[in-house]
C-alpha cells in the first residue's frame, strides 16, 4: 500500500558529508510528519531529526548543527544533508512518515527499509 524507500548511505571518512533522500509512494492521502531514525547495533532506535508539513524541524543534540532536515511536500520525500560526520553517526538511518492513506480517516506511522551509514577513516 504504501512504501518508504532510503537512499544515500554509505561510507565516508570522519568529516566527510552524506545526504540522505527517502520517497513515500504509494495510494497516499496526506502526510503530517517525517523524520530520520538512526539504529546502531545494540542499540535503541533514536530520533535523529524530525520535519512537519508547515516546516518546523526539530533535531537531536547530538546532530544539531550537523544535520538539516528538507523536505518536498510536493514528492513526498523528505532529505537529511549530514555533514563534519563522526564515528558515532554510524547507524542504520530508518525514514518515517505519519500519514493517511485514501479511504483512512485516520495518520498512522509508516516505517521505510533503512539506509547504512559508516563513518570510518
Known amino acids: 500500500q504504501v512504501q518508504l524507500v532510503e537512499s544515500g548511505g554509505g561510507l565516508v571518512q570522519p568529516g566527510g558529508s552524506l545526504r540522505l533522500s527517502c520517497a513515500a509512494s504509494g495510494s497516499i492521502f496526506s502526510i503530517n510528519a517525517m523524520g530520520w531514525y538512526r539504529q546502531a547495533p545494540g542499540k535503541q532506535r533514536e530520533l535523529v531529526a524530525g520535519i512537519i508539513s508547515v516546516g518546523t524541524t526539530n533535531y537531536a543534540d547530538s546532530v544539531k548543527g550537523r544535520f538539516t532536515i528538507s523536505r518536498d511536500n510536493a514528492k513526498n520525500t523528505v532529505y537529511l544533508q549530514m555533514n563534519s560526520l563522526k564515528p558515532e553517526d554510524t547507524a542504520v538511518y530508518y525514514c518515517?512518515?505519519?500519514?493517511?492513506?485514501?479511504?483512512?480517516?485516520?495518520?498512522?506511522?509508516?516505517w521505510g527499509q533503512g539506509t547504512q551509514v559508516t563513518v570510518s577513516s
Open positions: 518515517n512518515a505519519n500519514l493517511k492513506v485514501r479511504g483512512s480517516t485516520r495518520y498512522e506511522g509508516y
